[in-house]
C-alpha cells in the first residue's frame, strides 16, 4: 500500500503562491504580443522576464539596440518585422517637418504600448487563474480572490515601476549588440537622418522632379555620333542602396548599349538582407556584371550576388568577360560584418599579394578593378587600367601610362547624399576597340554625371592614343554635353 503524503496546508499555500507569480509571469512572455505599423515599417512589441530590463530594439539580421531604461526585470523588446519597399518608394517626397514625424512615430509607439500593457494584465491574470483551479481553488472562495489578487500585484510592480522609473536619456545612450557592435557607424547614419529630415526631404522632391528630365537629355545623347567600337563597358561604384541608381544603370545599359558593367562595390550600406532587394535588380540587366565587393558590402550580399545569373564576383581568380581580363580584389571588410576601412598596414599587405600575382601571370590583364585604389596603388605603372570607387569623387587619370578611373558614386552615395547639396550620380562608359591583333584596346571614355538636386547634366569623352602595348596617352578632354 502506498503511503499517502499530505503536504501541510501553509508549505501547500505557499507553493500556490509561486506558482501563481511564476505562471503569471510566463504567460505574459508567451502571449503579451502587440504589433504596430508606422508609415512603411511593421514592428512587433513583446515583453521577455529578464534580470537586466531596459528596452531592445531588434532589426535582423543587423543586431539591435539596448536602452537601459528602466532596471524592473522584464525587459520590452521592439522588432521590425517587415519594410514595405514600394510603398516606401512612394513616400519618399512627402516626409513630414521632422517634429510632425517623431510625435506620429512617439504617439503610436504610446498606443501600442498600452494596448501590450492590457495583454501583460488579461494573459497574466488568466495564467494565474489557471493555477488556482488546477488546485481546486474555485471563485466562489476568498482563497481563488487572494490569489488573483496575488497575479494582479506581480503585474501592477512590473508596470507600475517601469512607468514611475523610466529613464527617458537613456534613449540618447544606445548599447550595441549583435553586428551592429562592429558598425556603429550604421547609427551614427541614423542619427544623422533624424536630425536633418527636412533637408533630406527638400533634396528627395528635388531628385525626383529633375532626374526624368536628365535621363531624356543621356537618351537624346546616345553614343554621340555612333563612335566605332567593339565593346561598350560601363563602370559604376558606391550604389549605397539607392533605388535611383539601378533606374540611372539601366538608362545609362539602354541609351549606350552597354554589353558588360564593372560595379567596383558598396552596393548596399550595411550589407543586411533587408537590402537584398537592390541587389536583386541587377538581374534584369540582362547582360554579365561584373562585382568587386566593397566595405559596406557583406558576406550575405557577396552569398546572394553569386546566385544571380548575370552576376559574377571577382575573387582570387582572374575572369575573362567579352574578350576582356579582369583580375581584382574585394574589400577585406566585406569578408566580415564590419565597414571599417582596413589599417594602412593591411591594405598595403593586400596590395603586395595583389601585385605578385599580376606580374607573376603569363600576359596582363587589361583591367585591375578593385574598390579602395590603395589596394592598387602598387601597380600603377605595371597595368594599363585601374577601375576602382570609394572616394564618392569621380576622377580620371594617368599615372605612369595607366589610366586610372574613380567611378565616384553612382548612388549619389545613397542616404547621405541626401543630406547634401551637389552629390551627383556618376560613372564611366569606357569603349573599346579592337587593334590589328584582335586585341581589345581602350579607345576612349565618357564621364557621366547627373546631379538631381541642382537639375545638371554632364558628359565629357576622354580620347587615347594606344600605340604600343603598355603605353596610354590622354589625348584630350571634350566636353560632350552639359
Not at 510592480?157 to 557592435?181: H, M, N, S, W
Not at 564593372?262 to 541587389?279: K, M, N, Q, R
Not at 570607387?389 to 552615395?413: E, K, M, W
Not at 547621405?416 to 560613372?427: E, F, H, N, Q, T
Request: proline fraction near 5%; aromatic fraction near 8%; glycine fraction near 6%.
Amino acid at each position: 500500500m502506498i503511503p499517502i503524503i499530505r503536504i501541510p496546508s501553509r508549505l501547500r499555500s505557499a507553493l500556490v503562491i509561486v506558482l501563481i507569480i511564476v505562471i503569471t509571469l510566463l504567460f505574459i512572455q508567451l502571449f503579451a504580443k502587440s504589433s504596430f505599423n508606422y508609415d512603411s515599417f511593421s514592428f512587433a512589441l513583446q515583453v521577455q522576464i529578464n534580470p537586466e530590463g531596459g528596452t531592445s530594439l531588434v532589426i535582423p539580421p543587423v543586431g539591435k539596440l539596448f536602452f537601459q531604461t528602466h532596471q524592473i526585470p522584464w525587459q520590452i523588446i521592439i522588432t521590425l518585422n517587415e519594410i514595405d519597399f514600394t510603398r516606401l518608394e512612394k513616400h519618399l517626397n512627402s516626409f513630414p517637418p521632422r517634429q510632425e514625424w517623431l510625435t506620429l512615430l512617439q504617439q503610436e509607439l504610446r498606443h501600442s504600448m498600452f494596448s501590450l500593457f492590457f495583454l501583460v494584465v488579461f494573459f497574466g491574470v488568466s495564467g494565474g487563474m489557471l493555477v488556482l483551479l488546477a488546485f481546486r481553488v474555485y471563485p466562489n472562495t476568498r482563497r481563488f480572490w487572494l490569489g488573483l489578487s496575488i497575479s494582479f500585484l506581480t503585474i501592477l510592480c512590473l508596470i507600475g515601476g517601469t512607468v514611475l522609473t523610466f529613464d527617458q536619456q537613456a534613449i540618447e545612450r544606445p548599447q550595441y549588440q549583435g553586428v551592429l557592435a562592429a558598425a556603429p557607424w550604421a547609427m551614427n547614419l541614423i542619427s544623422m537622418g533624424m536630425d536633418n529630415v527636412e533637408v533630406i526631404g527638400d533634396n528627395l522632391k528635388k531628385i525626383s522632379q529633375t532626374l526624368p528630365l536628365l535621363y531624356k537629355q543621356a537618351g537624346q545623347i546616345g553614343t554621340l555620333g555612333n563612335m566605332e567600337t567593339d565593346l561598350t563597358m560601363l563602370h559604376v561604384s558606391d550604389i549605397h542602396n539607392n533605388p535611383a541608381a539601378m533606374e540611372f544603370i539601366s538608362e545609362l545599359i539602354t541609351n549606350f548599349q552597354v554589353q558588360l558593367v564593372i560595379d567596383t562595390g558598396d552596393l548596399t550600406d550595411y550589407g543586411t538582407a533587408l537590402e537584398t532587394e537592390i541587389v536583386a535588380k541587377i538581374e534584369a540587366f540582362k547582360i554579365p556584371y561584373i562585382v568587386v565587393p566593397g566595405n559596406h558590402d557583406s558576406p550575405l550580399i557577396i552569398d546572394y550576388l553569386q546566385n544571380l545569373a548575370n552576376v559574377k564576383v571577382l575573387g582570387e581568380k582572374p575572369l575573362t568577360v567579352n574578350g576582356l581580363t579582369i583580375v581584382g580584389m574585394s574589400d577585406p571588410a566585406a569578408d566580415v560584418y564590419n565597414s571599417d576601412t582596413p589599417s594602412d598596414a593591411e591594405q598595403q599587405t593586400l596590395g603586395e599579394a595583389l601585385a605578385q600575382k599580376i606580374t607573376e601571370m603569363e600576359v596582363l590583364p587589361e583591367i585591375v578593378a578593385v574598390h579602395n585604389l590603395k589596394l592598387a596603388k602598387k601597380l600603377i605603372g605595371t597595368v594599363p587600367l585601374i577601375l576602382h570607387g570609394h572616394d564618392h569623387q569621380y576622377r580620371l587619370s594617368v599615372q605612369n601610362d595607366t589610366i586610372i578611373v574613380d567611378a565616384g558614386t553612382t548612388g549619389a552615395a545613397g542616404f547621405r547624399g541626401l543630406l547634401k547639396k551637389g552629390v551627383p550620380y556618376s560613372a564611366s562608359i569606357l569603349y573599346w576597340k579592337k587593334d590589328s591583333q584582335g586585341k581589345l584596346r581602350l579607345s576612349a571614355i565618357d564621364s557621366i554625371k547627373i546631379n538631381g538636386s541642382e537639375g545638371k547634366f554632364s558628359l565629357e569623352r576622354h580620347t587615347f592614343a594606344t600605340e604600343t602595348e603598355n603605353t596610354a596617352e590622354l589625348d584630350n578632354s571634350v566636353p560632350a554635353a552639359s
